[in-house]
């Protein structure tokens, strides 16, 4: 995609090289309407100017009635809400969810297309993932659809290869079908390499350092924040997972 490059006017950068996580640009927490902000809140340390997000031996369960020992440290650019015990909420990767905290509507940074792109490296003992997906930021229920830029599972991971998902999931969006994959990429996920994609109302491409690896023919139009995590399925156990993060940004097309 660095060929694409000069058509691209940076609208949203983080390097990570202040002394706290800026509270402009992130919201670190999971989904907190769902399971209330203590199970939601991420573990996380800056360290020579990268994020690390990991799971703690004392991070509690995110959703345990629907999501078991599952824990999990997340950044997200926005967050939206209706009423305790309404349905209104962002995500609904299952039936019958209720929200339990009421969040203030926030739209730190929710772009409608462009490129995004994370310079990353992971730790990821099997049972733990590690991604980069955007969701609608679901003002309407149809707007719900989730663009994922890179998912990683420890259990798919090889010596200096993984399995990297990427794609759509259309959730409630009618007009979208699931074109997710998992792509065979040679690369050693404990290193930098930068994840990237670029999308639009007529698609959407896919990259690992600059190279092209997939491509699907439609993709959101409308507001979608991102959601930057680590996740643990297995509950506490030695060694954690870490995802760290040297740089991500997002860029608008030039007109």
């Not at 009635?65 to 599952?70: C, H, L, N, Q, S």
């Not at 679901?138 to 659809?145: D, G, H, K, L, M």
């Not at 994922?148 to 990297?164: H, K, N, Q, S």
């Not at 439609?218 to 996740?231: E, G």
């Amino acid at each position: 995609m660095s060929r694409d490059r000069p058509a691209w006017e940076l609208e949203f950068e983080d390097d990570f090289d202040g002394p706290a996580l800026d509270a402009t640009r992130w919201l670190p927490t999971y989904l907190p309407h769902w399971s209330g902000s203590e199970a939601a809140a991420a573990r996380y340390r800056l360290e020579g100017g990268r994020l690390v997000l990991t799971i703690e031996p004392d991070q509690p369960p995110w959703l345990p009635e629907r999501t078991g020992e599952m824990r999990v440290s997340n950044l997200q650019t926005g967050t939206f809400s209706g009423p305790v015990g309404s349905a209104i909420g962002q995500h609904h990767f299952a039936p019958g969810l209720t929200v339990v905290e009421a969040q203030q509507e926030r739209a730190l940074y929710t772009p409608s297309s462009g490129l995004v792109e994370a310079r990353v490296a992971m730790a990821l003992p099997p049972g733990t993932m590690a991604a980069l997906w955007l969701i609608g930021f679901e003002r309407r229920p149809e707007e719900s659809a989730e663009l994922t830029v890179f998912e990683i599972f420890g259990d798919e991971v090889g010596e200096g290869r993984a399995l990297v998902g990427m794609g759509v999931h259309p959730f409630g969006d009618p007009r979208l079908t699931d074109t997710f994959r998992k792509v065979p990429v040679e690369v050693d996920v404990r290193e930098l390499h930068t994840y990237a994609a670029v999308w639009d109302a007529d698609g959407a491409r896919f990259s690992v350092d600059d190279l092209e690896l997939a491509s699907v023919p439609a993709a959101p139009d409308y507001p979608m924040q991102l959601m930057l995590d680590v996740f643990a399925f297995r509950g506490p156990r030695p060694p954690a997972p870490e995802l760290v993060v040297d740089r991500v940004a997002g860029h608008r097309r030039m007109r």
